[in-house]
């Protein structure tokens, strides 16, 4: 089903869905039943994506593109500073109006205004502006919305509303200066508005970015620690089962609903109900139906990096890291060798689409997974609890991050030691997520030979690293004089 909602995105309206209408009948007809569930999933991907593109493409704020309008609209996403110094988020157009005809609608929009004062605004909260209306390369919104002039609030914002955004603030007030202020907030909520430039390259290039990214690990640490909690209220499984999902559902508004925060949430919400029903804990189904879920609810984020990289990450620790731990167990203790798996069993998994972003393949990356490791859970558990009492309780919370700093200054650390090592740089993402796509796959269909593969691809990769670096080590300066 995602792979059917993403190929309809790249192709052109209905041609994926005829195709694998096609491949539908046939494989009826030659009543293969995996080969139809298969197909079954890739149309249903295909179509709901198809009908979202068409509800966009043939909406009434299409017909305003190059238009001043009076603007009503309501936030979606919370307004961000982009890298040209504008602030842009998502809002949903509700009413707009020309000097000839008045419009209701329910189109996504993203807008993009020089004011400062859209950072107050929260999610749920109408404002009204006067703005320019233009056609938008981002396929999942309806039009590019430029607001150059001020606007008006209609509506406050809710005391829910309020009283999420103020643990929001709290944390990444409290958090401090410096890259370890920076990252608390990143690895317990998905807030990167404090991290630099300089900071998010420097995670890129270690292949450690995943770690702000709220995932199915953030969502095991905060239930798992929530379930145990529970323990000490109530007796019976059923209510500390209840009292996890409340717990999660106020975590998942307090993280943001991004794409892999949902992706987590229904697989979190899955394994719930089948511990509660005693049915099993099946999590590869369990996987497979949040991944269907997120989709058809939204099928745009089956293009989004985040999704990819939760789905491959939980995919890897379900599939790659128990056999990670039973190669590992006679060469080390079985407890170092579980620490060892998941970040172990992530990165493999993740590569090709980390490559895919940041244009850059490094070997240095597994190192500094397996250093970082450590420190994942105790700061987000403790980040979590600093962050719930910091609107209330702010010294406590203080000291609670203060504890934090240290295992977050010491990814940090991590973070730029490996991103002063080299790198191969690719060209474009595209090609590394087929380089290391192609490999991950031949590792798989040659398992005999995954030993001399592995080490052949290391030294390969190694030597271009290094071949590649210009200027070369030692020099002074570099000078190019052209007519």
């Known amino acids: 089903m995602w792979l059917g909602a993403l190929l309809q995105s790249a192709i052109a309206p209905w041609r994926i869905t005829l195709i694998a209408l096609a491949l539908l009948l046939f494989s009826i007809v030659s009543r293969k039943f995996r080969f139809t569930v298969i197909i079954t999933a890739l149309l249903l991907g295909s179509t709901v994506m198809s009908l979202r593109e068409a509800s966009l493409q043939q909406s009434e704020i299409t017909q305003l593109y190059g238009q001043s309008v009076e603007l009503i609209a309501q936030v979606v996403t919370d307004p961000s500073q982009s890298l040209s110094g504008n602030y842009s988020f998502i809002a949903r157009a509700i009413y707009v109006h020309t000097e000839q005809n008045s419009y209701g609608m329910r189109i996504p929009i993203r807008v993009i205004t020089p004011q ?90 270690s292949g450690l970015t995943h770690l702000v990214a709220v995932s199915g690990a953030n969502f095991a640490i905060v239930s798992s620690f929530v379930l145990w909690c529970m323990q000490f209220l109530f007796t019976r499984m059923k209510l500390r089962l209840g009292a996890t999902a ?16 949902l992706r987590a ?118 980040g979590f609890i600093a962050a719930l009492i910091s609107p209330f309780a702010p010294f406590i919370s203080s000291i609670l991050i203060w504890l934090i700093r240290l295992p977050a200054g010491f990814i940090a650390g991590v973070a730029k030691w490996a991103a002063n ?63």
């Open 116 to 205: 400062s004062k859209v950072l107050a605004l929260l999610p749920g909260q109408s404002f009204s502006a006067t703005a320019s209306i233009v056609d938008s390369n981002e396929g999942r919104v309806g039009a590019l919305v430029i607001i150059d002039g001020g606007f008006k609030t209609l509506t406050q914002a809710s005391r829910w509303a309020k009283s999420l955004a103020s643990i929001r603030y709290g944390l990444r007030n409290l958090s401090g200066d410096g890259d370890a202020g920076a990252l608390i907030p990143g690895m317990v909520l998905g807030d990167t508005s404090k991290q630099s430039i300089e900071f998010k390259t420097a995670m890129k290039r």
């Open 246 to 261: 409340i717990a999660l559902i106020c975590f998942i508004a307090l993280v943001r609903p991004s794409p892999s925060v």
């Open 421 to 483: 090592f080299p790198v191969l740089t690719l060209r474009t993402g595209s090609i590394g997520f087929l380089i290391v796509a192609v490999f991950t796959l031949t590792l798989w269909l040659f398992k005999r030979y995954i030993k001399k593969i592995s080490i052949l691809a290391l030294v390969l990769i190694m030597a271009l690293t290094w071949l590649q670096r210009w200027p070369a080590g030692e020099w002074q300066i570099a000078n190019c004089d052209v007519g």
């Open 265 to 382: 949430a229904a697989m979190a919400a899955v394994l719930l109900i089948a511990q509660g029903t005693h049915r099993g804990r099946d999590s590869l189904p369990a996987l497979g139906f949040a991944m269907s879920a997120v989709v058809i609810g939204d099928p745009w984020q089956a293009r989004d990096a985040g999704f990819a990289l939760s789905v491959l990450a939980t995919g890897g620790l379900l599939v790659f890291a128990p056999r990670v731990v039973e190669k590992f167990t006679p060469f080390m203790p079985l407890k170092l060798a579980q620490a060892l798996a998941p970040p172990i069993a992530a990165i493999v998994f993740c590569s090709p689409v980390l490559v895919a972003l940041s244009g850059y393949l490094s070997p240095i990356s597994i190192i500094a997974n397996l250093l970082a490791a450590p420190a994942v859970g105790p700061i987000t558990i403790v």
